[in-house]
């Protein structure tokens, strides 16, 4: 009996566990990202920063739509930031749970369907609410985004998150561009937005079928607390974030107020700024492998703070504007390089510490400009810019800690 028993029982076991075991690679292993994954990637990352841009032209119109002084404009933009900070760590669930591709088309389909109403909507309340779901909109597929990213940058072995975040810089000028010209045309804001929408459709079938079927691994808790590493990372966003804010939202009122520029050309800071950032991201690839990503940290911080108090202390708008062009060349590939580093951390699961360090940046844009108001209401606007000079350098004397 014994020798029965010793002889059955491997056979058993021989017969039953390949089988088992062959299933469960079958069925779990994902695919691995190739290059009809990173296009993809670089469609997704074009069609958030179009999305994003196609609305500002419309601002004036919603304002003069609704009737609704500044003070009332800025609250309720604030309800498109509440949207995006809330949808991000959703999107990250969401992601590990049904995919990239599910969540990025969900949130893509979101805006589609908000912008024609920030073009026609005149009732506050209902304002209101289209900013929130556009908003949760762009935060579901920025997050996402992100996400899929990381995950195909180190799929493929080589330094690609400065190109990618390249396109959304290249789609946000091509947004604000377009529509504002289309508007230029004669076109009401709701046929440019059909036009608008017609493209971003366009880019999402060119690529869905190969945006990631699957997310990070689920691991850990489905909120978490930045923490450790990822909260440092979280607080860099954070500043450089800021500092990009402050370029939106405060470059044309510094020009015209303390530099006596013409209102007609207040907008070339932020097209300095966003040219040359634009331009550092697409040859951003090439910058980080040739430097290396802690180096590009340290660079990038110490010439966003030169071009910061350059653009500040200068005594000639010309002047002014090459700080506002180095503030773009020094911020260009620091975020991209922190992203980078949040995929080869361990601390927590990526699928939660992409989209916090995404919201903290988020909180930066948001937060930073409304700050920069009220330091600028207490004291100065160039003590507010000369403060932002002090934190870009604390980033440039970051980058030496960071291990990336």
């Known amino acids: ?66 009737g609704l002084d500044e003070a009332t404009l800025g609250l309720l933009l604030l309800c498109l930031g509440a949207g995006s900070i809330l949808a991000m760590p959703v999107a990250g669930i969401l992601a590990t749970r049904y995919g990239c591709r599910r969540v990025l088309v969900g949130g893509t389909l979101l805006i589609c369907l908000a912008l024609p109403l920030l073009a026609t909507v005149s009732a506050i309340p209902l304002l209101i609410a289209t900013l929130f779901l556009f908003g949760a909109g762009l935060g579901a597929v920025d997050s996402t985004v992100n996400l899929q990213a990381v995950i195909v940058e180190r799929a493929s ?14 789609g946000g000028i091509a947004g604000a561009a377009g529509v504002s010209a289309l508007l230029a045309l004669g076109l009401s804001p709701l046929w440019a937005i059909v036009v608008v929408i017609m493209l971003i459709l366009a880019a999402l079938l060119k690529a869905a079928p190969h945006l990631l079927p699957y997310g990070s691994e689920s691991s850990g808790p489905a909120f978490a607390v930045p923490h450790g590493v990822v909260l440092f990372i979280g607080l860099l966003c954070f500043t450089v974030f800021l500092a990009e804010g402050a370029m939106l939202d405060w470059s044309a009122v510094f020009l015209t107020s303390e530099k006596s520029i013409d209102e007609a050309y207040a907008g070339l800071g932020y097209a300095a700024f966003a040219l040359t950032m634009t331009a550092g991201r697409l040859m951003g690839d090439t910058i980080v492998r040739r430097l290396g990503a802690r180096l590009v940290i340290v660079l990038g911080g110490l010439f966003a703070a030169a071009g910061m108090a350059l653009a500040t202390l200068a005594s000639s708008w010309e002047v002014a504007l090459l700080g506002y062009a180095l503030v773009g060349v020094g911020c260009s590939n620091i975020v991209p390089v922190l992203y980078t580093a949040v995929g080869k951390q361990t601390v927590m699961p990526e699928h939660i510490a992409v989209p916090a360090i995404t919201t903290l940046g988020y909180a930066g844009i948001l937060a930073g400009p409304a700050a920069i108001g009220f330091i600028a209401h207490a004291s100065s606007l160039s003590s507010a810019f000369l403060l932002i000079t002090a934190m870009l350098l604390a980033v440039a004397i970051s980058g030496r800690i960071l291990r990336v």
């Open 1 to 66: 009996m014994p020798q029965i028993c010793k002889d059955v029982t491997p056979q058993r076991t021989k017969a039953r566990f390949p089988r088992m075991t062959m299933t469960a690679i079958t069925t779990q292993m994902p695919l691995v990202p190739g290059r009809l994954e990173q296009m993809s990637t670089r469609i997704a990352f074009f069609i958030a920063g179009f999305g994003l841009a196609a609305w500002a032209p419309l601002v004036p119109y919603a304002k003069a739509r609704a």
């Open 157 to 170: 072995g080589r330094n690609m998150m400065s190109g990618f975040h390249g396109l959304f810089s290249v």
